[in-house]
């Protein structure tokens, strides 16, 4: 059975919508990263056969194929293509899922996993106006009919359906910001981050909120539970992972740090859109042989508080051990980017600990979620 290794995974600092990214073009934010998992991997980048960048407002700054445009922008060989994909928030998760494919199918070598989203200079939403009719036809109207479908209504569904308190959700943010705030503080963070534009560290984070602030904020609709409180935050960023071969890694002398155990991906209801992690979850678990308990570190994204809350509740696994460093509620969900930002938190957390299993999940537009299992070397 052929293997997949991740051989080096980076990322930028999170930034904020108004911060210190908030000036650099998203173009030159991948390529950042792209230059950076090059050089801290030492492969030769005309061995890398492919760079797949996960974005999902392919608009303006981010149109014409963001992946090719970063790496001829990084000085890197024209020879090595680039693709841009779109798999809503899990866009370069399923990066990762598409560059291991590559490799393991025996297709490929060495492939790059990539992710990019300037939230700033391509808001939500963007590529939603670009043109003359919207996203949902015919056949959706027959099948849906035209009722709201968006990630706001899915996260207050969610949260209704579990029986989450605004309270409750308001303690999972807070034990974010603490997390977040405590791994930022010790450094853990430092060996994945790619310093740019005089940022070196989450620049989202908010040690000093409380369980008071958070209730006097104004919920984002009348009569709901969510407010920018337990949602992930407005951001920019971008990631880098490696995927290398058996073979590549011994050509190219490179260090294997963790294989890829497992991939799944699900589709789930879309007018709940956020729920998919928990099928997904089950999935992986189920085709790796695994139990929720043999896994040690979870990255489970936040894009609203009821969405890992309502996995970790179906799925019974333990909230110690998922999102060990804060989410995106305390440090940001730059939607492209968060996928290889995710693995990259999880390789690192898994070397700090000593873990030998991790497992990243995500909600995705349209409910859908994507599942990666990796085993620590
Ligand atoms: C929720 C959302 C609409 C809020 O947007 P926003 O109003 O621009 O958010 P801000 O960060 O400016 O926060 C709003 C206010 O709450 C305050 N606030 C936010 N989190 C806080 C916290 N933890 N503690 C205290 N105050 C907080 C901010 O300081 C700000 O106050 P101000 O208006 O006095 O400056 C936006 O963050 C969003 O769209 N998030 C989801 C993104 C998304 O959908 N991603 C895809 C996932 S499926």
Known sequence: MAEAYIVGAVRTPVGTKKGAL??????????????????????????VEDVIMGCVMQAGPQALDIARTAWLSAGLPESVP????????????????????????????????????HMAKVPMGSSIVAGLDFPYGEGWGERYGRQEISQFRGAELMAEKWGFTREDLEKFALESHKRA????????????????????????????????KMAGLKTLREGGVITAAVSSQISIGASAV???????????????????HT???????????LTGPIPATEKALSKAGLKIDDIDVFEVNEAFAPVPMAWAHDTGASLDKT???????ATGHPLGATGGILMTKLLHELERTGGRYGLQTM???????????????
């Open 22 to 47: 908030k000036d650099v073009h998203p173009a030159d934010l991948g390529a950042h990263v792209l230059k950076e998992v090059v050089n801290r991997t030492g492969v030769d980048p005309s061995a």
């Open 82 to 117: 680039g693709v841009t994909i779109d798999r809503q928030c899990g866009s370069s998760q399923q990066a990762i899922h598409f560059a291991a494919q590559g490799v393991l199918s025996g297709t490929q070598d060495v492939v790059v996993a990539s992710g990019v989203e």
């Open 323 to 329: 999102n060990p460093n804060g989410g995106a509620i």
């Open 263 to 273: 991939l799944a991906i699900t589709g789930s209801d879309p007018v709940y859109m």
């Open 363 to 377: 909600c995705e537009g349209g409910g859908q979620a994507n599942a990666t299992i990796i085993e620590r070397l």
């Open 242 to 260: 490696l995927i290398a071969s058996e073979e590549a890694v011994k050509q190219h002398n490179l260090t294997p740090r963790a294989r890829i």
């Open 181 to 212: 705030a405590k791994a930022i503080e010790a450094g853990y963070f430092d060996r994945e981050i790619a310093p740019l534009a005089g940022l070196s560290k989450d620049e989202g984070a908010r040690p000093d909120t409380t369980l008071e």
